[in-house]
Each structure stands twice: as C-alpha cells, then as structure tokens.
C-alpha cells in the first residue's frame, strides 16, 4: 500500500498566484480530509469529504480556498490568490469508515508565498 | 477558548527518562482520544487510541484519560532519542455533524538527548 500521495512536496509561489494541491488517498478510504499546520496555529481541519461529498468546511479560512473530490481516489486544495499568510504545510489524511477515527496522513505539501 | 489545549514545550529530557506529555479539553461530547507522533518534515502517524478512562499500554508508551476531570496523558518509558519528535493529542466524538472529525492539540516538541 502506497498511503496518501500528496503533490506537490514543495510549492514557492508569488503573492497573487493561483496553487493547487493534489491528493490521493489509501484505495478503499471514504474520508478525507485536509489541514493545514503552522506553528502558531498548530493542525487545523479545513475541509473533510465523505464518499466525494463536503461534509464539514467550516474550517477554511476564505472563500479564496477550495477544494474539490471528483472521484474516490482524487482531491484538490486551491488557494486563488494565494497570500503569504496562506504559507504553511498542507496535510491530506484518509480513513475508512469504522476504523475507530484512524486517519493516515500524506507526507505533506510545504506551501511558500512570497 | 480552545476545544484541547496542549503545551506546547519544547520539552528537552536525557536518554532514559520518563516522559509525560499532557492535554485538557472542554467538549465533553469527547469519547475517542488518540496520541499521534509527528517526525520532522513527516505527517502525522498514530500512535495510541483509547475510548474508555483508565490506562491502556504498549510497549513503553501508556495512555491514560480521566473524562471526569476532562485530561489526558501520555507516558513514555525509558525515553529514546528515536522518540524525539511532536507529539499530538486528538480527540472525537461519536455521531451528529462531527463523525469522523478530530480535533488536535498544538502538539508538543519532545527531544530525547542521547
């Protein structure tokens, strides 16, 4: 099993720059979620789905962020325009339902606006 | 007021020693508590899970949780440089619009000097 595949690991862009995130979860997971870590702030929930579908993005900060699940093995994060205050690692982690509230989590995607 | 409250550290201890990491919450709501580690540049990773007060054991690690007094802990026996990592507790609840939907402390910063 290949766990969560997050792309890309590093992203630098430019204050006003469109940046997406890509994620693909563990085959067979029905959840996925999406957080954001700074040290200030610490792992924060932006946005999680269920079977494809948003079910909780009371999280995300503003309307600039998105996020998108078109099938079971594919999810978006984007940030348009993105702002140096958006620079922070952006976690992607999955679960399978009944699996006592495990989620595995992605390696990470390490986003810097300049 | 934050749902969990960690302290973030750092905590700094020698090669050996008994560690005690630490969380408060105020959601009673909460049943299911988890401990992750966070390596350096890695996701989050599972550690400890426990649904029920008392203490659960592995290896050198014990949960322990006390839903009367609303506090959680995590013990490390003979504390290895390899546990040097962020430590972070999480929480759930069963059911309604939070299914499937954890909430973390700030983690807290462990370095185990050899």
């Known amino acids: 099993d290949a766990g969560v595949i997050q792309s890309p690991r590093h992203e630098v862009t430019e204050m006003g720059q469109e940046v997406t995130l890509r994620c693909k979860p563990i085959?067979?997971?029905?959840?996925l979620f999406w957080y954001r870590q700074t040290m200030m702030r610490g792992l924060e929930l932006l946005i999680y789905f269920n079977n494809n579908v948003p079910i909780d993005d009371s999280g995300m900060p503003e309307d600039r962020f998105s996020a998108k699940m078109p099938n079971a093995s594919f999810s978006t994060l984007k940030i348009q325009p993105s702002e140096p205050r958006d620079s922070a690692v952006y976690f992607c982690a999955s679960r399978v339902a009944g699996a006592k509230d495990t989620q595995y989590f992605g390696p990470g995607t390490r986003l810097t606006v300049l | 007021q934050k749902e969990v409250e960690q302290d973030p550290g750092p905590l700094s201890v020698p090669e050996g020693a008994i560690v005690s990491l630490n969380c408060t919450y105020s959601n009673s709501a909460f049943q299911y508590f988890m401990w992750y580690r966070q390596y350096s540049r890695k996701g989050p990773e599972l550690l400890m899970y426990t649904y029920s007060s008392g203490n659960k054991e592995d290896g050198r690690f014990t949960a322990q949780v006390d839903k009367s007094s609303k506090y959680i802990s995590l013990f490390i026996r003979d504390s290895q440089p390899s546990d040097s990592a962020t430590y972070l507790c999480?929480?759930?609840?069963?059911?309604?619009?939070?299914?499937?939907?954890?909430?973390f402390g700030q983690g807290t910063i462990l370095t185990v000097h050899p």
């Open positions: 999480a929480m759930s609840a069963p059911g309604g619009t939070s299914y499937g939907k954890l909430t």
């Open positions: 085959s067979g997971h029905d959840y």
